[in-house]
């Protein structure tokens, strides 16, 4: 049976990569936290610090294809620039080079961000070919854009001189169980649930995000792999075939994921939790308006084509699953 290592397992994307990959494949996941107590019988767990080369070296040894998952996220990135450069950058230089020179290693695949194309002033068709525009974004975001563009850069040079295949996944925000607590999805799911108001930004409420299904993810991430390990991909196409685009196609904006999150509440909850929507003023220049959504698309025909993922998960249907098993939780008849 086929080993993936999954460098950054013990985050929510890795963590839920690991509990699908393992019912398919052996899997070991590579981390300084400690991976989460329902994966210890599951999985394969070492210790290891993404910017120790020969750690990375020793650990990945005996896999037959690497995901990587590693990541220092906002707000941490903007504490600790410089951490934020050696994870985010040489790390996955690290593992790349670890790739490149280990001949049973078959490929890697990166999780990517929809966050290179920008955020403002979008326009037309978002496709992989969209391009990068790390100025685009808010303040905050600058730096996470610039290191997710930095690491698809890196394994985009990979992909160019090496025979094996190096390959991308730009996920939509993912939304699902297990995901960060200070994300806008978890805070407005806790707060409407705790009868609290959902309080989005005025300057950021129209803004446009791309959402996608933590199951979705999972399905794209295991149809990649098995198209590596099968050998199913042929290196002679373009190289941005090996990038893809994964996430609802539709936009969704802040005050959407407020409105159908609060509807979601006092549906589920026949009308016993009504949670109200209050728009915070920050009083930051307002960078969106309403109509901005309708200006943008996203094509995901290659997720479908190359993937498989021919029905993808509406997003209000994963904020009304997740609610679900909130109110199960709590026991709210």
Not at 33 to 38: A, F, V
Not at 65 to 73: K, N
Not at 275 to 281: A, G
Request: proline share 5%; aromatic share 6%.
């Amino acid at each position: 049976m086929s080993k993936i290592g999954i460098v950054g397992g013990s985050g929510f994307i890795g963590s839920a990569l690991a509990r699908n990959l393992s019912k398919s494949f052996v899997v070991k996941i590579l981390d300084k936290k400690p991976i989460p107590k329902d994966l210890e019988r599951n999985v394969e767990y070492q210790q290891s610090d993404v910017l120790r080369y020969s750690e990375v070296e020793r650990a990945l040894s005996d896999v037959d294809l690497v995901i990587h998952a590693a990541i220092i996220q906002i707000p941490l990135l903007n504490e600790a620039k410089r951490l934020g450069y050696n994870v985010n950058i040489l790390g996955v230089q690290n593992v790349c080079e670890v790739v490149y020179q280990k001949p049973l290693i078959k490929g890697m695949i990166l999780t990517g961000s929809w966050h290179v194309v920008g955020e403002r002033e979008l326009r037309g068709t978002i496709n992989e070919e969209f391009g990068f525009r790390p100025d685009q974004v808010e303040d905050r975001a600058r730096l996470y854009t610039l290191c997710k563009m930095g690491q698809e850069a890196i394994v985009r040079v990979f992909n160019e001189m090496s025979e094996k295949v190096y390959g991308v996944i730009r996920m939509g925000t993912v939304l699902g169980e297990g995901m960060p607590e200070k994300t806008a999805a978890s805070l407005f799911i806790a707060n409407g649930l705790e009868g609290k108001p959902l309080t989005p930004y005025k300057h950021s409420m129209y803004r446009p995000m791309l959402y996608v299904d933590v199951n979705d993810v999972c399905k794209a991430f295991e149809a990649y792999v098995k198209k590596i390990l099968n050998g199913e991909i042929c290196k002679e196409g373009s190289r941005l075939s090996y990038i893809v685009n994964v996430c609802w196609p539709q936009p969704i904006t802040i005050i959407e994921l407020a409105s159908m999150t609060r509807n979601s509440i006092i549906r589920q909850s026949k009308g016993k939790i009504r949670p109200k929507i209050r728009v915070v003023d920050k009083r930051q220049p307002i960078l969106f308006t309403p109509d901005d959504k309708d200006l943008i698309k996203v094509d995901i025909s290659r997720a479908r084509s190359f993937l498989g993922l021919e029905k993808m998960v509406n997003p209000e249907e994963t904020i009304e699953r997740l609610i679900e098993e909130k109110i199960a939780e709590r026991q709210i008849p």
